[in-house]
């Protein structure tokens, strides 16, 4: 399914980034914000995707070069290729054959442990990613945020683009439910699902 025709999402995911930066530098750290990514190494994936990157994610790289997502950190293009690079060749070597993956109750992603069409945008400590999901499952939608874990692949719990996505955290973040430890390095806070349909 292609992804819909002069959205508003690009505008929508720089604004968010825009609002969770301010919040992590005022919160967090007050070296946070990064510099815009540079073109190239957008480019780059882009190069190495062998096709366009969403324009939301490409705002938001023009914003900020890897945003921190919780305790997941941020990538920028540059990290991301690299995440991506190293997930494909395992795949590429058959490494991921005999893996066994989430089961899905709705086939929004496709059961597979890794695929080329999958972009990182954050990674924590364990490897675990979200990813931009250009090659949904037949109930997704072609650039969904999707989970990716090391122990069982893919998940998602609803069809969230990353405007959305990055709009949640952004809310979240501001209505002072959440605040951050800074002996842990993580954050206190309801259970918070950003991919869920609502």
């Known amino acids: 399914m292609p992804a819909p025709q002069n959205s508003d999402r690009p505008q929508r995911a720089a604004a968010a ?4 930066s301010a919040w992590l530098q005022k919160n967090v750290d007050a070296d946070a914000f990064d510099p815009p990514a540079e073109e190239a190494s957008v480019q780059a994936l882009a ?18 070069d890897g945003l921190r997502i919780f305790e997941y950190e941020g990538l920028g293009p540059a ?5 991506r690079d190293g997930l494909e060749s395992l795949r590429k070597k058959g490494t991921f054959d005999d893996h066994e993956v989430f089961e899905q109750s709705t086939p929004r992603v496709q059961p597979v442990k890794w695929h ?10 364990c490897g675990n ?20 874990e090391v122990a069982g692949g893919p998940f998602t719990t609803g069809s969230a683009d990353l405007a959305t996505v990055l709009e949640r955290y952004a809310d979240a973040l501001e209505s002072g439910d959440f605040t951050y430890l800074a002996d842990s390095g993580t954050y206190d806070g309801p259970y918070l ?6």
Not at 79 to 83: E, V
Not at 129 to 148: E, F, R, S, T
Not at 193 to 198: A, P
Request: glycine share 10%.
């Open 47 to 64: 190069n190495a995707l062998g096709k366009p990157l969403p324009p939301e994610l490409v705002a938001m790289w023009q914003v900020h």
């Open 17 to 20: 980034t825009r609002r969770i």
């Open 116 to 125: 080329e069409a999958w972009i990182p945008i954050a990674k924590d400590g």
């Open 79 to 83: 990290a991301s290729k690299k995440t």
């Open 129 to 148: 990613l979200y990813c931009i999901d250009l090659a949904p499952g037949p109930a997704g939608l072609v650039g969904q945020v999707i989970k990716w």
């Open 193 to 198: 699902d950003l991919l869920g349909d609502r």
